[in-house]
């Protein structure tokens, strides 16, 4: 109640606290990361893993298994609704998901992904469990977003690394988090993609690894916003600062 404005980064928490709160200063704005626009190429990715500049945990001590980035490949990625999971039991859901992926789609390959402490928890379980390399949570955030929005899919429930995929056309299958943030992003932009309930995994591998491999196919048509949503985003973003700063 003792504040000047209230600036929101997504519609769907703006809404619930209108329908809580009567009154005050609202305003629809749009996260920061929405601005990033210095996605690294394929190429600049190759570049800077050949000269030890990306963070990569390599299972079982493979070289060969060191990724070229100029070939397809999915990231998967945890969430914000897992931490309160067992570990042990949310890996080996994964490493079913990607059993399942794999059966399905045999020619991509999978990098791992980890946005917080949480995710890289159990994500080293399932790439020692099932090979595929786990991009650690020590690299900057333009070399993560570089990576996750150069693949050909995002399956994950992170906020920011679903913004960075679709700023590089980057289609997503979600998994719900703790906060409205994930619907949000489906709803703003009408999206396609299925939304799983972090809860209900373990019952829904075959349906995840088929809504995986159906944005493949689709190649991101109807899944990814228009380059005019993403600049009002943008300005959307930029009006938060101007907010703040008048």
């Known amino acids: 109640p003792t504040l000047d404005t209230l600036v929101f980064r997504e519609p769907l928490s703006m809404k619930h606290y209108l329908s809580e709160v009567e009154g005050g200063d609202v ?20 570049e800077i893993h050949n000269r030890g500049g990306i963070s990569i945990w390599y299972p079982r001590n493979e070289p060969d298994r060191v990724p070229d980035f100029t070939r397809p490949y999915i990231t998967i990625g945890g969430g914000s609704g897992f931490a309160r999971f067992d570990a042990n039991a949310i890996a080996e859901d994964f490493i079913d998901i990607i059993q399942s992926i794999e059966y399905r789609v045999s020619d991509i390959r999978i990098l791992l992904t980890a946005a917080g402490h949480s995710d890289e928890q159990f994500m080293l379980k399932v790439s020692e469990k099932t090979g595929h390399p786990l991009v650690k949570l ?87 916003p228009t380059e005019n949503e993403i600049e009002e985003m943008r300005r959307l973003a930029r009006m938060n600062v101007n907010a703040i700063f008048g």
């Not at 305003?27 to 190759?46: H, I, P, R, T, Y």
């Open 27 to 46: 305003v629809q704005g749009a996260d920061a990361a929405w601005c990033f626009d210095k996605m690294l190429s394929v190429e600049e990715l190759n």
């Open 138 to 224: 020590n690299n900057t955030s333009k070399i993560a977003a570089s990576i996750i929005g150069n693949s050909e899919v995002y399956l994950g429930g992170r906020w920011h690394p679903s913004i960075f995929a679709l700023l590089g056309g980057t289609p997503l299958v979600n998994f719900n988090g703790n906060t409205f943030k994930i619907q949000a992003i489906k709803q703003q932009f009408d999206l396609e993609h299925s939304i799983y309930c972090c809860e209900e995994i373990d019952s829904h591998i075959d349906e995840i690894a088929n809504s995986v491999s159906q944005r493949l196919a689709s190649k991101g048509e109807g899944n990814i």
